[in-house]
Every structure is written in C-alpha cells, then in structure tokens.
C-alpha cells in the first residue's frame, strides 16, 4: 500500500529537481549569450570537480555557503568535510545535511580548522576551497581569504594522501580583485606553490587544479 506521506515527499522532491533543471537549461543558454564568459554555469563548474576530483574519497571544501556544491559531493563522496564561520550558515547546513551521515560541517574559520581536518585524512583527498567573504550574508573574518593559510597548510602535509587534488575557484580574481589590492596572491604564487608540492596543474572554467 502506498504511503501518502512519502509520495508527498517524493513529489516535491521531483518538482525541485525539476525546477533545477529549468534553471540550469536557462542558465545554460544564456552562457553563449556572454561569449562563454566567466563566471560559467554552476554546473559546469561542478563537471570540473566530478572531472579531477576522486569519486569515492574524501572531500573538503572550504566555505560551504548554502550547501549546494556540498550536496552534490556527498552523493558520490566517502566523505565531505565542509568548513563554515558563519554561524547562521552552518546551522543552515546542519540542517539540510542532518540526513547525510557522509557530511561533517565544521563551523569556523578555514585557516583555524583546516590544519587538524587534514590530520585526520589519509587516501584519496580533494580540496575544494571556495572559502572567502563575497559580501551579502557571508562571513568577513580578520582576512578576505584564507587561501595562502590553506595551501601551506596542504603543502605541510604532503606524505598524508596516496592522491590529492586541490581546486581553487576564482582564478581570475588572484592578484587583481579590485578594491581587496594584496588580499588575493598573485597568480604565479599559485603555480609556484603547485610546481614546488610537484602537482601538475590546468585552469578550466576559472578553477585552478592542481593534482598529483
Ligand atoms: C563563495 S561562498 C562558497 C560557495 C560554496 N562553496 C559553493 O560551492 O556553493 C564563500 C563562503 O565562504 C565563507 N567564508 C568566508 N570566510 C571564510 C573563511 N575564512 N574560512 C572559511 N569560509 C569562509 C563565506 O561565509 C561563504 O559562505
């Protein structure tokens, strides 16, 4: 016998994925229409995490916003580690990922917690670090972003992980976010950082990879 509740339940849960999809098709069609310039859809950026990050390891991702790039981690992940400092935005999470026994949400400054989540990791590691302040509802905490904290804090650890790729979002912004002059490294740090922890690295979709 059928169960009102759930079917209620799955219903909605179609209607959203339906309304996603409207959104993506709409976004998507309006991306040739800026010359495929940046910022690309959400999801083409996510095809670049799927593409370089490692299906069935362990996620981290700095700064979690509304969760929405955590969820789609946490379907294939072993596990997502996701760091939050603002407190409205991880008991959001908290909420939307009380379901998830996969999700961790850490609530507190990346540069703070990232060092002791690394600690606990070992095998397949991908970062996704995304955390900083954009303004509107996010967290602005004592730098614009963490971003210099959370590489030295990878390169330290090294040895931990038989595979690591670390994704970096807003290329474009390094060395040249205006009005934050000296907040973002310059872009050539980036790649310095990279040659020296021996990664290989590409930009797709302004997303520095780095992977090894
Ligand atoms: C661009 S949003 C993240 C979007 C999210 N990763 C996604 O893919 O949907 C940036 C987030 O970083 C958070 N944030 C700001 N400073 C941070 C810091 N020092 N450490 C970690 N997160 C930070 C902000 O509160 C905000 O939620």
């Known amino acids: 016998m059928s169960n009102p509740a759930s079917d209620r339940g799955g219903m909605r849960a179609r209607a959203s994925q339906l309304r996603t999809q409207g959104f993506h ?10 010359g495929y310039s940046v910022p690309a859809p959400q999801h083409v950026k996510l095809g670049v995490l799927r593409r370089y990050g490692h ?3 362990t996620w981290v991702e700095t700064g979690t916003y ?31 990922f ?10 507190g400054l ?11 990791i070992d095998g397949t590691l991908s970062l996704w670090l995304d955390g900083h302040a954009s303004g ?11 971003i210099r904290e959370e590489l030295a804090a990878i390169e330290q650890r090294l040895d931990r992980w038989d595979s690591v790729t670390v994704l970096v979002d807003d290329f474009r912004g390094f060395g040249a976010l205006a009005g934050e002059e000296g907040a973002y490294p310059s872009r050539s740090s ?8 021996g990664f ?8 520095f990879v780095a992977f090894r």
């Open 190 to 197: 980036l790649v310095q950082w990279a040659d020296r922890c």
């Open 136 to 146: 509107g509802i996010t967290h602005t905490g004592p730098v614009v972003t963490p």
């Open 110 to 120: 990346s540069e703070d917690l990232l060092p002791g989540i690394l600690d606990t």
């Open 66 to 96: 509304l969760g929405d790039t955590t969820a789609v981690l946490a379907r294939t992940a072993l596990r997502v580690h996701t760091i939050e400092p603002s407190a409205d935005l991880a008991q959001r999470a908290r909420q939307r």
């Open 200 to 207: 290989g690295w590409t930009v797709e979709h302004d997303i």
């Open 25 to 34: 098709a709409r976004t998507l069609a309006r991306w040739p229409l800026r």
């Open 98 to 107: 009380v379901d998830h026994p996969n999700v961790t949400i850490h609530e």
């Open 55 to 57: 299906a069935g390891g």
